[in-house]
């Protein structure tokens, strides 16, 4: 069974710095998400990326906020200064078609900021 | 505003007896609906989704119903068995956002006794 890959599996950062999290989404998918999980609370979207551009992107996903897929299998999430709200899980999915098709998610990466 | 509910934070079911985790949705565009399985420091996974255009699904071990009417959905699960421990989520999408953004419920823990 294909799977998103995340990695690192926990990032701790102190606050103001830069962070890369990375994604290979499966490898005949076509559109690219991140989504965050604050402990105990729900996923929340944050960005989705197609065709090399942002499709859409929640009020979450600031100006500190930007994605790349620099190739054909990586998709990164950067932050660039974080603050210590960024604390949180971070899923990366994928999906093959347009329409009524469901998101695939990876395991995640938990970032903590000191 | 957009957004799924849950309405009971936390289920515990006998092993073996069938389970019921309801949610409820408030975006009357919302045409696609999916439930997720999130297990301990793991990503959400797909179990199951449904079409505003049909009102049941089965899957293996798996119903999720779908009532517009109300803007109710419903995932149940037979047989209940400790591997089936975990948070649900249902998640919506839709036109709206062209399927992009899947917005999820706050989640129910389902706790199976053995």
């Known amino acids: 069974e294909p799977e998103v890959t995340q990695t690192p599996s926990h990032q701790v950062t102190q606050m103001g710095q830069e962070v890369i999290l990375r994604c290979v989404p499966i490898s005949n998918h076509l559109y690219f998400y991140w989504y965050r999980q604050i402990l105990g609370q729900k996923v929340e979207f944050l960005v989705s990326?197609?065709?090399?551009?942002?499709?859409?992107k929640s009020e979450i996903f600031d100006d500190q906020f930007s994605v790349e897929r620099p190739d054909g299998s990586n998709f990164t999430l950067k932050i660039r200064s974080t603050k210590l709200e960024d604390s949180a899980m971070y899923f990366c999915?994928?999906?093959?078609?347009?329409?009524?098709?469901?998101?695939?998610f990876g395991d995640g990466t938990r970032l903590s900021i000191l | 505003g957009e957004s799924v509910g849950l309405h009971l934070p936390t289920l515990s079911v006998q092993e073996g007896d069938n389970s019921i985790i309801n949610c409820a949705y408030s975006n009357s565009a919302s045409d696609y609906f999916i439930w997720y399985k999130q297990e301990s420091g793991k990503g959400p996974q797909f179990i199951i989704d449904i079409r505003s255009n049909m009102d049941k699904r089965q899957g293996q071990r798996v119903t999720v119903l779908l009532n517009k009417t109300v803007k109710h959905l419903s995932l149940q699960i037979a047989a209940t068995q400790p591997g089936d421990s975990a948070v649900y989520f249902c998640?919506?999408?839709?036109?709206?956002?062209?399927?992009?953004?899947?917005?999820f419920g706050p989640g129910t823990s389902l706790s199976v006794i053995p």
């Open positions: 999915a994928s999906r093959g078609t347009v329409g009524y098709q469901p998101q695939h």
């Open positions: 998640a919506e999408s839709g036109l709206e956002t062209s399927y992009d953004k899947v917005i």
């Open positions: 990326f197609y065709n090399n551009e942002i499709s859409e």
